[in-house]
Protein backbone atom coordinates (compact mmCIF):
# COMPACT_ATOMS: atom_id res chain seq x y z
CA UNK A 1 0.00 0.00 0.00
CA UNK A 2 1.14 3.54 -0.72
CA UNK A 3 -0.02 6.09 1.04
CA UNK A 4 -0.22 9.51 0.48
CA UNK A 5 -1.01 12.88 2.84
CA UNK A 6 -2.35 16.41 1.08
CA UNK A 7 -1.12 19.26 3.76
CA UNK A 8 -2.36 22.83 3.42
CA UNK A 9 -2.81 25.69 6.40
CA UNK A 10 -6.54 25.25 7.33
CA UNK A 11 -7.01 21.66 6.00
CA UNK A 12 -10.47 22.77 4.41
CA UNK A 13 -10.29 24.06 1.38
CA UNK A 14 -7.25 22.80 -0.75
CA UNK A 15 -6.03 20.12 0.61
CA UNK A 16 -9.43 18.13 1.20
CA UNK A 17 -10.37 19.14 -2.43
CA UNK A 18 -7.12 17.38 -3.53
CA UNK A 19 -7.77 14.14 -1.10
CA UNK A 20 -11.30 14.16 -2.86
CA UNK A 21 -10.26 14.57 -5.98
CA UNK A 22 -7.29 12.18 -5.76
CA UNK A 23 -9.24 9.30 -3.90
CA UNK A 24 -11.64 10.00 -7.10
CA UNK A 25 -8.94 9.41 -9.60
CA UNK A 26 -7.37 6.31 -8.09
CA UNK A 27 -10.60 4.84 -8.16
CA UNK A 28 -11.44 5.28 -11.36
CA UNK A 29 -8.12 3.91 -12.77
CA UNK A 30 -9.16 0.66 -10.49
CA UNK A 31 -6.14 1.24 -8.07
CA UNK A 32 -8.37 2.12 -4.79
CA UNK A 33 -7.11 -1.07 -3.01
CA UNK A 34 -2.96 -0.11 -3.71
CA UNK A 35 -3.09 3.72 -2.81
CA UNK A 36 -4.11 5.37 0.47
CA UNK A 37 -5.21 8.81 0.91
CA UNK A 38 -5.73 11.36 3.49
CA UNK A 39 -5.18 15.14 4.13
CA UNK A 40 -4.01 17.79 7.04
CA UNK A 41 -3.24 20.89 7.69
CA UNK A 42 -0.53 22.62 9.49
CA UNK A 43 -2.47 25.27 11.36
CA UNK A 44 -5.04 24.02 14.34
CA UNK A 45 -7.69 26.51 14.00
CA UNK A 46 -10.29 24.12 11.62
CA UNK A 47 -9.96 20.87 13.72
CA UNK A 48 -13.15 19.17 13.21
CA UNK A 49 -14.79 20.48 10.89
CA UNK A 50 -16.16 19.22 7.61
CA UNK A 51 -14.27 21.48 4.04
CA UNK A 52 -15.22 24.78 3.34
CA UNK A 53 -18.34 25.47 1.61
CA UNK A 54 -16.62 26.32 -1.65
CA UNK A 55 -14.92 23.29 -1.36
CA UNK A 56 -18.17 21.08 -0.93
CA UNK A 57 -19.85 22.53 -3.66
CA UNK A 58 -17.07 22.25 -6.48
CA UNK A 59 -16.45 18.93 -5.27
CA UNK A 60 -20.89 18.79 -5.23
CA UNK A 61 -20.33 19.90 -9.08
CA UNK A 62 -18.22 17.49 -10.09
CA UNK A 63 -20.19 14.59 -7.83
CA UNK A 64 -16.94 13.58 -6.09
CA UNK A 65 -17.49 12.63 -2.31
CA UNK A 66 -16.18 14.35 0.77
CA UNK A 67 -18.43 12.28 2.94
CA UNK A 68 -16.67 11.75 6.38
CA UNK A 69 -13.99 14.46 5.75
CA UNK A 70 -12.95 16.28 8.65
CA UNK A 71 -9.68 18.78 9.11
CA UNK A 72 -7.30 17.47 11.45
CA UNK A 73 -3.38 19.13 12.07
CA UNK A 74 -0.38 17.11 10.87
CA UNK A 75 1.99 15.14 13.53
CA UNK A 76 5.23 13.86 13.42
CA UNK A 77 3.52 10.37 13.07
CA UNK A 78 2.36 11.76 9.70
CA UNK A 79 6.15 11.10 8.58
CA UNK A 80 6.09 7.63 9.46
CA UNK A 81 2.79 7.00 8.59
CA UNK A 82 3.07 8.50 5.04
CA UNK A 83 5.31 7.58 1.94
CA UNK A 84 3.77 10.80 0.00
CA UNK A 85 3.11 14.43 2.29
CA UNK A 86 2.15 16.71 -0.72
CA UNK A 87 2.05 20.00 0.20
CA UNK A 88 0.03 23.27 -1.66
CA UNK A 89 2.59 25.69 -1.96
CA UNK A 90 5.72 26.74 -0.91
CA UNK A 91 4.75 28.35 2.75
CA UNK A 92 2.79 24.73 3.51
CA UNK A 93 6.59 23.10 2.43
CA UNK A 94 8.39 25.26 5.15
CA UNK A 95 5.85 24.49 7.69
CA UNK A 96 5.68 20.61 7.16
CA UNK A 97 9.73 21.02 6.82
CA UNK A 98 9.88 22.63 10.21
CA UNK A 99 8.05 19.64 12.20
CA UNK A 100 10.06 16.57 10.07
CA UNK A 101 11.70 14.54 11.89
CA UNK A 102 15.46 13.87 10.62
CA UNK A 103 15.12 9.94 10.15
CA UNK A 104 11.62 10.55 8.12
CA UNK A 105 11.88 8.49 5.04
CA UNK A 106 8.47 10.66 3.69
CA UNK A 107 8.70 12.47 0.64
CA UNK A 108 8.25 15.73 0.61
CA UNK A 109 6.88 17.30 -2.48
CA UNK A 110 5.00 20.15 -3.84
CA UNK A 111 2.25 19.30 -5.74
CA UNK A 112 2.95 21.47 -8.59
CA UNK A 113 6.53 20.57 -8.78
CA UNK A 114 4.86 17.75 -10.20
CA UNK A 115 3.14 19.27 -12.73
CA UNK A 116 5.14 20.27 -15.72
CA UNK A 117 2.68 22.11 -17.79
CA UNK A 118 2.11 24.14 -15.41
CA UNK A 119 3.81 27.50 -14.59
CA UNK A 120 2.00 28.02 -11.32
CA UNK A 121 3.81 26.06 -8.78
CA UNK A 122 1.95 27.36 -5.48
CA UNK A 123 -1.86 26.47 -5.05
CA UNK A 124 -3.64 30.10 -4.53
CA UNK A 125 -5.08 29.64 -1.17
CA UNK A 126 -8.90 30.23 -2.02
CA UNK A 127 -9.66 31.18 1.12
CA UNK A 128 -8.53 34.47 0.66
CA UNK A 129 -8.81 34.72 -2.89
CA UNK A 130 -12.49 32.44 -3.29
CA UNK A 131 -11.36 31.22 -6.68
CA UNK A 132 -12.05 27.22 -6.15
CA UNK A 133 -12.68 27.07 -9.48
CA UNK A 134 -8.70 28.21 -10.38
CA UNK A 135 -7.79 25.86 -7.24
CA UNK A 136 -9.22 22.75 -8.69
CA UNK A 137 -7.82 23.30 -12.37
CA UNK A 138 -4.21 23.17 -10.62
CA UNK A 139 -5.49 20.35 -7.92
CA UNK A 140 -6.35 18.23 -10.93
CA UNK A 141 -3.36 18.50 -12.88
CA UNK A 142 -1.26 18.64 -10.12
CA UNK A 143 -3.33 14.95 -8.79
CA UNK A 144 -2.57 13.67 -12.28
CA UNK A 145 1.02 14.00 -11.89
CA UNK A 146 0.80 12.51 -9.00
CA UNK A 147 -0.38 9.48 -10.17
CA UNK A 148 1.83 8.83 -12.50
CA UNK A 149 4.81 9.56 -10.29
CA UNK A 150 3.52 7.15 -7.97
CA UNK A 151 2.52 4.27 -10.67
CA UNK A 152 6.17 4.58 -11.74
CA UNK A 153 7.66 4.48 -8.75
CA UNK A 154 5.86 1.48 -7.07
CA UNK A 155 5.59 -0.32 -10.93
CA UNK A 156 1.59 -0.14 -10.44
P1 LIG B 1 -6.52 26.01 3.24
O1 LIG B 1 -7.13 27.49 3.44
O2 LIG B 1 -5.13 26.06 3.81
O3 LIG B 1 -6.53 25.79 1.77
O4 LIG B 1 -7.45 25.09 4.01
C1 LIG B 1 -7.15 28.14 4.68
C2 LIG B 1 -8.18 27.88 5.55
C3 LIG B 1 -8.24 28.55 6.75
C4 LIG B 1 -7.27 29.48 7.07
C5 LIG B 1 -6.23 29.72 6.21
C6 LIG B 1 -6.18 29.06 5.01
N1 LIG B 1 -7.34 30.18 8.30
O5 LIG B 1 -6.49 31.06 8.54
O6 LIG B 1 -8.23 29.92 9.12
Not at 67 to 87: K, P, T, W
Not at 94 to 101: A, K, L
Not at 125 to 137: I, K, Q
Request: glycine fraction near 8%; charge should be negative.
Amino acid sequence: MVHVLFVCLGNICRSPMAEAMFRDLVKREGLDRKISIDSAGTGDWHVGHPPHLGTRQLLDQRGISYEGMQARQLSVDDFENFDYIIGMDASNINNIQSIEPKQSKARVIRLLDLASDQLVKDVPDPYYTGNFDEVAELVASGCQALLELIKMEHSL
